[in-house]
């Protein structure tokens, strides 16, 4: 089972950027296509991105496509979210997640989750 450890969280005005990481341990980070969720008080939880197993090809909600870029270094077990032009509705505590399906964006693929980071942002 992979631990998966986010950060980078914080408060922010609208229009600025933040920078998400999650460090994963104990498996085989690379063979893990690596996604990203949020979810809001209230709401329920929802897909924000998703990366291949080598990281080529990245996939995203069209709610942030435009704004948010997925990343990662295999060599330091580390998936990045960084997040551009940020709105209010951006607000939410944001998990990392594995799955071994690529394309996959339902909650219920994804196997391992972290403890989540919260984002907060004021307009």
């Known amino acids: 089972q992979v631990q998966l450890v986010e950060s980078g969280g914080g408060l922010v005005q609208a229009g600025g950027s933040l920078r998400l990481s999650c460090a994963a341990s104990g498996g085989t980070f690379s063979r893990y296509v690596m996604g990203w969720f949020r979810q809001a008080p209230g709401k329920e939880r929802e897909f924000v991105a998703a990366i291949s197993w080598n990281g080529v090809s990245p996939y995203y909600a069209d709610s942030v496509k435009g704004r948010f870029t997925i990343s990662r270094d295999n060599a330091k077990n580390t998936v990045y979210l960084q997040m551009n032009s940020l709105k209010p509705e951006d607000t939410a505590v944001y998990y990392c997640?594995?799955?071994?399906?690529?394309?996959?964006?339902?909650?219920?693929?994804?196997?391992?989750w972290g403890q989540g980071t919260q984002v907060t942002v004021s307009s």
């Open positions: 997640a594995t799955t071994e399906r690529f394309g996959a964006t339902m909650g219920a693929a994804f196997g391992s």
